[in-house]
């Protein structure tokens, strides 16, 4: 009987067209797994591709190799064939003449004549035969490349990669491993046991990049001995963690540093530091030349600053645009350092993202939206910790 590593491989084997897709809420891991699994099935000779919703803040990681490969939607899914029956006439010129919401296809018969009875259409098969999803607990956080194509997903095979408590096993082959901190940890040992010379510079930089986003450079608590060990691996077959460092933490411009200093001046906290939160002005998006997609640099400081915190929460004000008006709201990021789902914190406001991660926005001030939030989430926390 096959295990599972190896009931991955033969479906793999046996399958010609290939997606990969993660959570919407773009992370390094995610980015860093896909990336890396996408260069070793184009090793195996598979057609492959990546997509995921767009996300702004994925730029962060465009320097992994590859990265120009995600798409942001499904093209061409699935085709729509018309057949026309020739056994009583042959086909002599074929034109199509494109209206205004018509496609008119003209045929001009040979001889005879063709009839209504003659024409057939159907949908044809679907552009991929097999799906890998990385880092996601559930298909709804795929976001809008499941939500516009959801009959796909219930009629070819998943392979559902994650490490993830909450994973909703939606799979056919569900290969969840809660002890690795990291997805691209999963995705190397996979790869590793099949055949480890499929990894080379660029996949060991993908795979570590991971690792590295998913610790906040190796100084969060969760880390373990299994995550160290694979990523000095890593980093002997060539995986390049100087670059990885310093792009996703040295080099930080100095318009994000005025920013976080005033996330500074304003930073508070409650519960012994197990709660931090902080407030952004309009003002202090417009002096300090920055804007939402420069919020999670922000986030990763608190994070690794603060080592006592289990939720980390930053407000901040945009402009909601309605028709042909436009209104100021209250943004908040909610962001989960222990395990604890932001999502269930933050239910009230129906909010968007994954149990990590939840952005929420209320049609009220800063300073009203910080009282209801901060006071929500420090009754529930409290409940928690007792």
């Not at 890396?36 to 995921?52: H, P, R, T």
Request: glycine share 4%; charged share 30%.
């Amino acid at each position: 009987m096959l295990n599972q590593d190896q009931q991955i491989f033969e479906q793999i084997k046996k399958a010609k067209n290939i997606l990969i897709t993660f959570n919407r809420v773009w992370n390094g891991d995610a980015v860093g797994s896909a990336l890396a699994f996408y260069q070793v099935l184009k090793k195996l000779d598979k057609n492959v591709d990546i997509a995921s919703e767009k996300f702004s803040q994925g730029e962060l990681y465009n320097f992994l190799p590859e990265y120009n490969k995600i798409k942001d939607s499904l093209d061409n899914l699935r085709k729509f064939i018309i057949s026309l029956d020739i056994t009583d006439a042959k086909v002599d010129k074929i034109k199509y003449k494109l209206e205004e919401n018509t496609l008119d296809f003209i045929i001009s018969p040979r001889d005879g004549f063709f009839t209504h009875d003659d024409i057939k259409s159907r949908s044809g098969d679907f552009k991929y035969d097999l799906v890998i999803t990385l880092d996601t607990p559930d298909l709804e956080s795929l976001g809008s490349v499941y939500d516009n194509d959801t009959e796909f997903f219930y009629q070819v095979p998943i392979i559902n990669i994650d490490h993830y408590s909450n994973n909703e096993e939606y799979g056919q082959i569900n290969h969840v491993e809660l002890t690795a901190i990291a997805t691209s940890e999963i995705i190397f040992n996979l790869v590793a046991n099949y055949s480890r010379d499929l990894i080379d510079e660029d996949i060991a930089t993908c795979l570590l990049a991971g690792i590295i986003s998913k610790t906040k450079s190796f100084k969060t608590q969760n880390i373990t001995p299994q995550a160290l060990s694979i990523s000095s691996q890593l980093v002997s077959m060539g995986a390049r963690r100087e670059e990885i460092v310093t792009r996703l933490y040295r080099s930080r411009s100095i318009n994000v540093l005025k920013l976080w200093g005033r996330v500074l001046a304003r930073l508070k906290s409650s519960l012994n530091n197990k709660l931090v939160w902080s407030t952004l002005t309009m003002q202090d998006f417009e002096k300090t030349i920055t804007g939402e997609n420069d919020l999670d640099e922000v986030i990763d400081e608190l994070i690794i600053n603060i080592p006592q915190a289990k939720i980390v929460v930053l407000l901040y004000e945009s402009i909601l645009k309605e028709k042909d008006e436009t209104k100021k709201i209250t943004n908040a990021l909610v962001y989960s350092v222990k395990n604890i789902d932001c999502l269930a914190l933050t239910k009230k406001w129906e909010p968007n993202g994954n149990k990590y991660l939840a952005k929420i926005a209320l049609s009220d001030t800063l300073e009203n939206s910080e009282k209801e939030i901060i006071t929500t989430i420090e009754e529930s926390l409290k409940k928690l910790l007792d």
